[in-house]
RNA sequence: GCCGGAGUAGCUCAGUGGUAGAGCGAGCGAUUCGUAAUCGCUAGGCCAGGGGUUCGAUCCCCCUCUCCGGCUCCA
């Protein structure tokens, strides 16, 4: 029976039954077999070799596709477990996935790996790409692979579960071997070790089996593959550039923020700089607010613990609370981790009628977290910090209206930091299994959320049973100049405080009904917001944010008097100004200003002094120009520096 | 919290079982210069903290703290 291929375009070819998916390359064309790495049968991926048993859309998978290049990857990660077994006797295997531009395998060994392991590991898999090895696929029974992985408790334990996420479906498993290494999996593979064009392993660490704290500890080794020495070399150059813009090292090299090692882990200090950015920043949001009709409520960092038994935080949350402190006839207190139960407290100051609604309160509201010493990383996760958060209180009829209202408000903000529509994305986290609330508030909930995302037209996915158990939320995340993923505000529904809290608002017909309570974050944490822009400007802000807008640099001495006159009529014109006043040269004094990153420099000789000019010079930009009126600086420079409208 | 790595001047880093060095930065002096580093001098270190081994520890061992890479967590 002739089989009927159907090609990416759309001619459809017949071939004899049973022919490989390697032939149907080469019948396309010699070198896109020689590109090949699988092929693609229905969306069902097979290795080379797989012989080809059915119509359908069919489609040759290089290195060019997104799978060529998981395909590569995954198979490093068998060269790698192989390497490891082969120099480490005794060492088992359990996992070894591609991810995100590279793979993992995760080992059970006596001694954990040093960077030492690594170089002798990896000349180990430089040693089998050389050879070039065949991937053979072989299926087999449970109970032969059983009896193949014997002694290999991690694999024995999937064959045992027969994950199909891991192992092809039904009684027989897919195993693949290479000389003398096998290993379980469902492939496919290249088609031979020789295929892997470059790879490099970046670093070890330690990682639990099936990612459960309470189970073994194993040593993970993480690489990278990629389809040429170039894309590697490519790789290896975004790394760096990531390491350029960390923020942990801008931010003391810019006088942002730094971490004293006496406060402790997780709290920053701000300094001049890094405060009048946060100034700005705190301004924005606060004009935003307004805007959108929030208004400002104020509520203490240090509440009776009671408020956190009802709420619900001592039972779910106390972990990252920081202990309680005796006060006043052994009156328990708590520093807030949130600021929901101070805004409850607000609107249950008196009663409140659906004329009241919707109430948005809002609040930059400093909150600390006790995260786990491991975990707190620069202002991206710090355990004291700010967020732009506000509650907001509406009835059923008003939800779906205030949804898209706060995320638009969410889309708003973003967009005027840099992160435009093509750079937001949003994700709709749904009712987990174990929930508090009315089913019904939940499917509504869930409805108008989707529907404010698509009438916004931002993309989003669906994360099913993610949502937190008392209610459905839109986490809204960006990509930064550089394509990193970073989740940025939330919307999300909240049906157990009102609850707890007896919240009501008496009705047109003057009954009692529970307002929906929507928790809104539109930077997040303002700490964490902040380490993320100085990432995605590189501590380049644009001119409105920059806290140095200006440098004025003289030639020489005698253009000091001159200098000041340039700067004052900056600053009168509300620019922030710097006057460069070392006795170094000019040289010096615009490469300091470059080197802090500032907009604008401003060098001014005798030229300027006789004629009222400056020479003007742009972050980024090489050249000058020479000679420009005062005044007409101080129009542009204005015109660069106004806050987006 | 767990696994691994690392802590030497403000920063980036050398260094040795016999009580420490460079560059940058800082201060001072000279230089007065037109767009990414002018020259010189000076100051600055409980070598993260504590304990041990040793005649002697910044160096070797143990503990603690902090940071880094992951894991885990993320009401």
Redesign the pocket.
Known sequence: MPIELRYPDGTIVTHPDGITGIEVARDIGPRLAEAAVAVRLDGHLLDLGRTLDRDGDFAVVTLDDPEGLDILRHSSAHVLAQAVLTEYPGATFAIGPAIEDGFYYDFAVEV?F??EDLERIEARMRAIVTEDQPFERVTMSRAEALGVFAGHRFKTEIIEAVDPGEVAPGEEVSVYRNNDFIDLCRGPHLPSTGRIPAFRLT??????WR???GRD?L??IYGTAWASEGDLAGYLHRIEEAERRDH?RLG?ELDLFS?P?EL???LAVWHAKGGQLRKLIEDHSRRLHERFGFEFVFTPHLMKADLWRI???LD??AE?MYPGMELDNDQEYRVKPMNCPGHILVYQSRGRSYRDLPMRLSELGTVYRNE???????LLRARGFTQDDSHTFCTEDQLGAEIRHQIEFTLKWHRDFGFDERLVEAELSTQPEKS?GDQARWEISEKLLARALDELEVPYRIAPGEG???GPKIDIHVRDAIGRRWQMGTVQLDF?NPERFGLEYTTSANTAETPYMIHCAKAGSLERFMGVLVEHYAGAFPMWLAPVQVTVIG????HHDYAVTVAGRLGTAGLRVEIDES??????K??RA??QKHPV?L??????VANGT????LYGE?R?T?GVALDDVVASLTEMARIPE
């Open positions: 954990p040093t960077p670093r070890t660490s330690g990682a639990y990612g459960d704290e500890q040593q993970r942990r003391p971490f090692g402790g882990p997780g709420s619900g935080h779910y949350y990252y786990k010493s491991g975990v707190v990383h620069g508090v937190a158990f008392y157990n030639v020489a001495d005698r006795g170094e040269t000019v040289g010096d615009v490469r470059i080197t420099l060098v001014v000789g005798d030229d300027d400056v020479g003007l010079r090489e000058d020479r």
